[in-house]
C-alpha cells in the first residue's frame, strides 16, 4: 500500500503564493505518476497539474497554466506544488494523488492513492 500526505495549505491574500507538499510513503516503488486536484465548495474535483516519474514530463490545467507549477523529488518521494499569483477562485480543498500508471493525465480514475486533502483559501 501507499500513504499519501499533504501539507502546506492556508490562508493566503490575492496574488500571494503558496507550496503544498504531497509525501507518499509505503510502496513508492509502484508509483509513476503524481497530481493535484481540487474541490471547491459546490463543484466536482477538478485536475490541477500532474507530473510522471520523469520530473521535466508536466501537465496542467488551462486555469492554472502559468501559475502554478508542480514538480517532484524521487529521492524523498515528495511532490509539490508551487502556487502563484493566486486567485480566489483558487480556492478548494487540494488533494495530492498517486497512480501506477506511466502516464495517468488528468483523469482522477488513473490515479490509485490520496491524501485527506490540505485547505487553501484566498481571500480577495
Known amino acids: 500500500q501507499v500513504q499519501v500526505v499533504e501539507s502546506g495549505g492556508g490562508l493566503v491574500q490575492a496574488g500571494g503564493s503558496l507550496r503544498l507538499s504531497c509525501a507518499a510513503s509505503?510502496?513508492?516503488?509502484?508509483?509513476?505518476?503524481m497530481a493535484w486536484f481540487r474541490q471547491a465548495p459546490g463543484k466536482e474535483r477538478e485536475f490541477v497539474a500532474g507530473?510522471?516519474?520523469?520530473?521535466?514530463?508536466?501537465n496542467y490545467a488551462d486555469s492554472v497554466k502559468g501559475r502554478f507549477t508542480i514538480s517532484r523529488d524521487n529521492a524523498k518521494n515528495t511532490a509539490y506544488l508551487q502556487m502563484y499569483s493566486v486567485k480566489p477562485d483558487d480556492t478548494a480543498v487540494y488533494y495530492c494523488?498517486?497512480?501506477?500508471?506511466?502516464?495517468?493525465?488528468?483523469?482522477?480514475?488513473?490515479?490509485?492513492?490520496w491524501g485527506q486533502g490540505t485547505q487553501v483559501t484566498v481571500s480577495s
Open positions: 494523488a498517486a497512480g501506477r500508471l506511466r502516464v495517468a493525465g488528468s483523469d482522477s480514475r488513473n490515479y490509485d492513492y
Open positions: 507530473v510522471r516519474w520523469n520530473p521535466s514530463r508536466t
Open positions: 509505503g510502496r513508492t516503488f509502484i508509483i509513476y505518476s
